[in-house]
């Protein structure tokens, strides 16, 4: 069955550093998602993309955070600066398009820790 | 804005009960509400949807859900639970543009054998 793949698992990074976190969606997926989930707290969202572009992006999703599908299978999320408090878990989504079913396909997720 | 409440952090039952997680939704538009189960240490895995069109739906791993409009509720329930059933359960709501997902804070089900 196709699944979502996201890499690394596990990413420690000092703060201030750049990170990129990886997803592969389901091959045929037309939207995708990325959210977090800060340990102990709920899950997140942080943006959508769909046709290369954002369609929907939180609050949280400010001007140190970018998306980008670079070639087609892959999507990234990109920190520039990191913080202490963004450490937390990513999920990656993606799901098929505007008709049934809705729901989204979630990754296992990258669990990153800023020190 | 959709937003949905899951009422009660803690669930905790024993082996064999009934299990009820309660989840109340807010939207301006008809909404489409899921329940989604993390194991420790893993992602968010689907255990079932409501699309409109049937108002009781069934999920994997014997869990049900029935959406009560006039209630805007949309509970998880188990007739039986089962050691298994231990994890974070989360309720969500996107509408039907579906650029997002909103969800609840999650429960944690504990099951006592």
């Known amino acids: 069955e196709p699944e979502v793949t996201q890499t690394p698992s596990h990413q420690v990074t000092q703060m201030g550093q750049e990170v990129i976190l990886r997803c592969v969606p389901i091959s045929n997926h037309l939207y995708f998602y990325w959210y977090r989930q800060i340990l102990g707290q709920k899950v997140e969202f942080l943006v959508s993309?769909?046709?290369?572009?954002?369609?929907?992006k939180s609050e949280i999703f400010d001007d140190q955070f970018s998306v980008e599908r670079p070639d087609g299978s892959n999507f990234t999320l990109k920190i520039r600066s990191t913080k202490l408090e963004d450490s937390a878990m990513y999920f990656c989504a993606s799901r098929f398009g505007q008709n049934l079913p809705y729901e989204q396909y979630f990754g296992p997720g990258t669990r990153l820790t800023v020190t | 804005a959709q937003s949905v409440t899951q009422l009660g952090s803690h669930v905790s039952v024993s082996e064999g009960a009934l299990v009820l997680l309660r989840c109340n939704y807010s939207s301006s538009v008809p909404p489409y509400l899921f329940w989604y189960v993390q194991y420790p240490n893993q992602g968010l895995q689907l255990l079932l949807k409501?699309?409109?069109?049937?108002?009781l739906v069934k999920g994997i791993n014997g869990f049900e859900a029935e959406f009560k409009k006039s209630e805007t509720s949309f509970h998880l329930t188990k007739p039986s639970a089962h050691m298994s059933d231990a994890a974070e359960y989360f309720c969500?709501?996107?509408?039907?543009?579906?650029?997002?997902?909103?969800f609840g804070a999650g429960t944690r089900l504990t099951v006592k054998p």
């Open positions: 969500a709501v996107s509408d039907q543009g579906n650029n997002d997902m909103r």
């Open positions: 409501y699309t409109s069109a049937a108002t």
């Open positions: 993309f769909y046709n290369n572009e954002i369609s929907e």
